[in-house]
């Protein structure tokens, strides 16, 4: 354990960053992550596959429910 235990055999606190233990500089794989121009861009496409998933869902529950977008029934 990097921190070691009190005399009651409790974990000791540490106080240095648990992601980075060692006081290492971030390594390049963080340099790898998405701007956040492409982050958004990326959300901005999730957004409209799910409002376009949503609106299939919309659209089959009124076909079940035997509606038409008007609210009237179907014949």
């Known amino acids: 354990m990097v ?3 009190t005399a009651s055999g409790l ?3 540490v106080s240095h960053s648990l992601k980075n233990p060692q006081g ?3 390594s390049a794989q963080s340099a790898a992550e998405p701007t956040p121009a492409e982050d958004r861009a ?3 496409e999730k957004l409209l ?3 376009g998933a949503f609106t ?3 659209r089959a529950a009124r076909e079940k429910q035997g509606t038409d977008e008007s609210g009237g ?3």
């Open 3 to 5: 921190g070691g235990t």
């Open 49 to 51: 596959a799910d409002l």
């Open 56 to 58: 299939d869902g919309e």
């Open 24 to 26: 290492q500089a971030p």
């Open 11 to 13: 974990p000791r606190r």
């Open 42 to 44: 990326a959300g901005h």
């Open 73 to 75: 029934q179907q014949q």
